[in-house]
């Protein structure tokens, strides 16, 4: 027997998932370039969001697609968040065996492992790194 259950992921788990991704847990292997911090820097100026942490997912939200280069080679785009696509990979996170990382932001509990994780579902479907 299989059942199938949806989870709804509130905003400010998002945003600390981002916060904890993008301040450390990820750093090994990502780097938004002065291209996607334009992108996101349009959609939401310093003004309105100083913290780039917090301003990407405001973007997002705005409909910005961000591409994510990788750490190495600065100049590759290696994945790309959008709405849609976090949509779809959250689901499939949802639903894969790495599910734990996301429950345990959901429950508060989240940490830069899991985060990275969950950014790593976001950028690409899948974990590539780690």
């Known amino acids: 027997m299989t059942i199938t ?3 709804e992921i509130e905003r400010q788990v998002l945003e600390d998932i981002f916060v904890t ?7 090994y292997w990502y780097y938004l370039s002065e291209d996607a911090i334009k992108l996101i820097r349009d959609a939401v100026p310093k003004s ?8 990407i997912l405001k ?9 994510i280069n ?9 994945g790309t968040i959008s709405l849609k696509t976090m949509q779809e990979r959250l689901q499939k996170l949802s639903r894969s065996f790495n599910s734990d990382a996301l429950m345990a932001h959901i429950k508060e509990e989240g940490d ?3 985060a990275d994780i969950v950014l790593q579902y976001l ?3 899948e ?3 780690g």
């Not at 991704?21 to 750093?27: R, V």
């Not at 990788?70 to 290696?78: L, P, R, Y």
């Open 5 to 7: 259950i949806n989870q």
């Open 21 to 27: 991704a993008l301040e450390g847990g990820s750093n």
């Open 48 to 55: 309105e969001d100083p913290y780039l942490s917090t301003a």
């Open 59 to 67: 973007a997002i939200e705005k409909g910005v697609e961000v591409p």
């Open 70 to 78: 990788d750490a190495e080679d600065e100049d590759e785009v290696i």
């Open 112 to 114: 830069a492992d899991t």
């Open 123 to 125: 950028a690409f479907g």
């Open 127 to 129: 974990i590539v790194f």
